[in-house]
């Protein structure tokens, strides 16, 4: 059972500034009600302007969590854009490797570059959630379905299986004081979806969001990023991909197909889908290019046999589910079902 989370800010610092506190008092509140002690990051609430400019001490705050016995759980505020510029800090002498340790790490979106960190330590992970995309939400309640599977990660350390939600809904456009108890509308969910191959398949899952990913290879958003992230090797060779699953979800910032396309293209070139056992699709946020999406894995990806498995309420979407990385998985698109086997961790 978690006993002690630490929330920290890795990429955006929001969660420091004041036309969000709102929102982070009804955070730490639930965060409290299920039996949480809750710490932050020495800058976890410096705000935005000082996050971005010291990325040295978001990695120390990450290095502090690892190494800090009372801490059970490491809660990402949010996500962001940058956290590939921590990439010096945590790797040229070695630091994260001496502090990684068997503790749980939750986080999504930008916080995909910080999975890859931490899988290339060695550290199993948890992907799909955030302090202040999940449990700051405003209505009265977090959204049953993200509330369900964030409670199992802190009641048992671990999620045995995902399931389809039964709803969605339209992400808010308004987070302003006056939205605090207004409830979303839920809207009925089709099950997961298989686009192609096999309903059955297995291996231990790795991923994350394809926007994030498309930077480790392309600068059109930093242009140093594609080379520290090749300097340090975040993207795992070919080998390490042999028999995994490839996660992926897509942003907020609403991918064109067109640029989808050129992310399955920078993947497609590293020979991934030649070695993995499949590919689970998040559900897009809002439903946004949901069918472009399909189509475009099928003409990139050009093998009809690798499995694709859709609509999964992963990522940017709501609601969220979480999936480990770095546990067996069974896949099984008949039964609806994605189940993790613990023992052979």
């Given at each position: 059972m978690i006993k002690t989370a630490e929330i920290v800010s890795l990429s955006s610092g929001i969660i420091g500034e004041e036309f969000v506190q709102h929102e982070i008092k009804i955070g730490m509140k639930r965060l409290e009600e299920l039996g949480l002690n809750v710490k932050l990051g020495k800058h976890a609430m410096s705000g935005l302007k000082y996050v971005s400019e010291h990325p040295e001490d978001r990695a120390q705050d990450l290095i502090d969590a690892l190494r800090d016995p009372e801490v059970d759980m490491i809660l990402c505020a949010i996500g962001g854009d940058d956290t590939y510029r921590l990439l010096p800090y945590l790797f040229e002498n070695d630091e994260l490797k001496k502090a990684a340790c068997d503790k749980v790490f939750l986080g999504f979106s930008d916080t995909t570059t910080n999975h890859f960190m931490l899988h290339k330590v060695g550290m199993k992970t948890f992907y799909g959630q955030a302090f202040f995309s999940d449990v700051c939400e405003l209505g009265k309640n977090m959204l049953p379905y993200t509330e369900e599977y964030f409670?199992?990660?802190?009641?048992?350390?671990?999620?045995?299986?995902?399931?389809?939600?039964?709803?969605?809904?339209?992400?808010?456009?308004?987070?302003?004081?006056?939205?605090?108890?207004?409830?979303?509308?839920?809207?009925?969910?089709?099950?997961f979806e298989l686009l192609q191959g096999k309903a059955v398949f297995s291996g231990k899952i790795l991923g994350g969001c394809i926007d994030t990913i498309y930077d480790f290879f392309n600068g059109g958003r930093y242009a140093d990023s594609p080379e520290l992230c090749a300097k340090y090797q975040l993207f795992p060779p070919l080998d390490d991909w042999r028999g995994r699953i490839l996660l992926l979800e897509s942003s907020e910032e609403l991918m064109p197909p067109e640029k989808y396309a050129d992310a399955l293209r920078e993947l497609k070139a590293t020979g991934i889908f030649s070695v993995i056992n499949g590919v689970l699709i998040g559900k897009p946020m809002n439903g946004v290019y949901a069918q472009e999406y399909k189509q475009v894995l099928k003409d990139v990806i050009a093998d009809d046999t690798l499995p694709i498995l859709c609509n999964i309420s992963i990522g940017h979407g709501i609601p969220r589910c979480i999936i480990p990385f770095g546990v067996e998985a069974a896949v099984d698109a008949e039964k609806q079902q994605i189940t993790f086997d613990w023992r052979q961790t």
């Open positions: 409670k199992k990660l802190i009641e048992t350390g671990r999620i045995d299986a995902v399931r389809p939600s039964k709803v969605w809904y339209l992400n808010r456009e308004d987070y302003g004081v006056d939205q605090v108890g207004t409830e979303l509308e839920p809207m009925a969910n089709g099950g």
